[in-house]
């Protein structure tokens, strides 16, 4: 329950607030937003150069899961994940959206570089959990984004206690991991999600859980993140654009 399942809920969230969205699934080595959506066994359709991608939840979908075989693992290296990155970004056909998320994989290597070489002006949400161990790993993470001229907009902590039925909260992976982040990188803490059953429950089934639960702690929690990642947006009503009447 991390950071492909926020992405997932995240862009259902925002579909359901009538938003464009579209998700682009660059953990190569580790893709799962197919399943996280329930279109496993999805193919993108091509229509000459242009791959169009498949649609789940009212939300655009590209994966490299998408053209691999149930079962087969991904072993590339840096030019082909390069290559790969580079055509879901310029080949594939999103049309006109609001918001555009990117899963990434874990740390700093070759996709994360590859995704601030392309995306150079990017807002990054920096995913963490309250293991301190996790929290050094994000920042870092943070950092490589920021020497690629990528915004940091803030930090959002899974797996943050829960409550048990009898009103108990359950610390689990302890607690203020999320908070260390946020004040070390100096930007918000937007949210922190609490743990939840069915929030793997509904990833499981490929149903979010922000579409299947929205009342459930979790699905309460990453709604009222996305509101937080939309406000952090600028808005460009007003703006005065560089031509003039012939």
Not at 207 to 227: C, M, R, T, W, Y
């Amino acid at each position: 329950m991390g950071k492909s399942t926020l992405t997932a809920n995240l862009a259902v969230d925002a579909a359901q607030a009538g938003l464009r969205a579209g998700v682009i699934d660059v953990d190569v080595f580790g893709f799962s937003i197919p399943g996280l959506l329930g279109i496993q066994g999805a193919r993108p359709t091509r229509v000459d150069d242009m791959i169009l991608p498949p649609i789940a939840h009212d939300v655009k979908v590209m994966s490299i899961g998408m053209f691999v075989n149930e079962g087969d693992a991904v072993s590339w290296r840096g030019p082909m994940l390069h290559r790969t990155v580079n055509q879901f970004l310029t080949d594939v056909y999103f049309g006109d959206l609001d918001l555009l998320l990117l899963d990434m994989p874990p740390g700093t290597g070759d996709v994360a570089i590859s995704v601030g070489q392309l995306l150079p002006h990017a807002d990054v949400l920096v995913v963490t959990t309250p293991q301190q161990v996790a929290s050094d790993v994000a920042i870092r993470s943070a950092t490589v984004a920021r020497q690629t001229g990528q915004r940091v907009i803030g930090v959002v902590e899974m797996m943050s206690p829960g409550v048990l039925p009898d009103g108990t909260a359950l610390d689990l992976f302890g607690e203020g991991g999320g908070q260390a982040v946020a004040t070390t990188l100096e930007v918000p803490l937007l949210g922190q999600i609490p743990l939840s059953p069915l929030l793997r429950q509904s990833g499981d089934s490929g149903e979010p859980v922000v579409s299947a639960h929205p009342n459930d702690s979790a699905a309460l929690a990453i709604a009222a993140l996305g509101e937080s990642v939309r406000a952090t947006r600028t808005s460009r009503v007003g703006t005065r654009l560089p031509v003039s009447p012939a």
